[in-house]
C-alpha cells in the first residue's frame, strides 16, 4: 500500500512560481509510476504531468508544456511539481497520485491520490 502527502500549495501572483511536493509511504514507492492532476470549481479533473517510476521518461499536457516539471526522488519517496510562469487558469486543486506499471494520462488507472494542494494565482 502506498500512501501520499502533498503540500507545497497556495496563493501567488501570475507569472509567479510554486513548488508541490508528494511525499509516499510504502516499501514500493520505487516501483510506481506518479502523476499530477488538476480540479478547478466547476471543471472536470484534467492531467498535469506523469513521469517514470525511475524518472526516465515524463509526459506533460499542452497547456503546461515549458512552464511546469515533474521530477523524483527515489531516496526521499518524494515527486515533485515545479510550476514556473503561472497563470490565473492554473487556480486549482492540485492531486498527485501512484500506479504501477506504465505511467498514463488518465486517472482512473491510478490506485493511490494524495489528498490534494489548493494552487491560487491572483491576476
Known amino acids: 500500500q502506498v500512501q501520499l502527502v502533498e503540500s507545497g500549495g497556495g496563493l501567488v501572483q501570475a507569472g509567479g512560481s510554486l513548488r508541490l511536493s508528494c511525499a509516499g509511504s510504502?516499501?514500493?514507492?520505487?516501483?510506481?509510476?506518479m502523476a499530477w492532476f488538476r480540479q478547478a470549481p466547476g471543471k472536470e479533473r484534467e492531467f498535469v504531468a506523469a513521469?517514470?517510476?525511475?524518472?526516465?521518461?515524463?509526459i506533460y499536457a499542452d497547456f503546461v508544456k515549458g512552464r511546469f516539471t515533474i521530477s523524483r526522488d527515489n531516496a526521499k519517496n518524494t515527486v515533485y511539481l515545479q510550476m514556473n510562469s503561472l497563470k490565473p487558469e492554473d487556480t486549482a486543486v492540485y492531486y498527485c497520485?501512484?500506479?504501477?506499471?506504465?505511467?498514463?494520462?488518465?486517472?482512473?488507472?491510478?490506485?493511490?491520490w494524495g489528498q490534494g494542494s489548493q494552487v491560487t494565482v491572483s491576476s
Open positions: 497520485a501512484a500506479k504501477r506499471g506504465v505511467h498514463s494520462i488518465q486517472s482512473n488507472e491510478y490506485e493511490y
Open positions: 510504502g516499501r514500493t514507492f520505487s516501483t510506481h509510476a
Open positions: 513521469i517514470t517510476w525511475n524518472g526516465g521518461s515524463t
